[in-house]
């Protein structure tokens, strides 16, 4: 299954993406940079959308 985990950064999220990880469910989160992405692949994200690189980029596109 793929859960789409917002609030990954905080108490509550960071436990939800450690168990969804443990379930071996596939756990999608959002981070506003690279460094922070990392950190939550580190808790168990499966995948971790960068918010200001995609800002960036549709700003680009104006």
């Known amino acids: ?10 108490d509550i999220g960071g ?5 969804l990880a443990a379930r071996k469910q596939e ?3 959002m ?3 690279e ?5 939550l692949q580190m808790l168990g994200a499966s995948k971790v959308i960068v918010a200001a ?3 960036q980029r549709c700003i680009g596109r104006l």
């Not at 436990?15 to 168990?19: G, W």
Request: proline share 0%.
């Open 27 to 29: 756990a999608v989160t």
């Open 1 to 10: 299954m793929k859960v789409f985990v917002f609030g990954s950064g905080g």
């Open 35 to 39: 460094i922070r992405a990392e950190e």
């Open 15 to 19: 436990h939800v993406l450690k168990q």
């Open 53 to 55: 690189e995609r800002l």
């Open 31 to 33: 981070a506003e940079t």
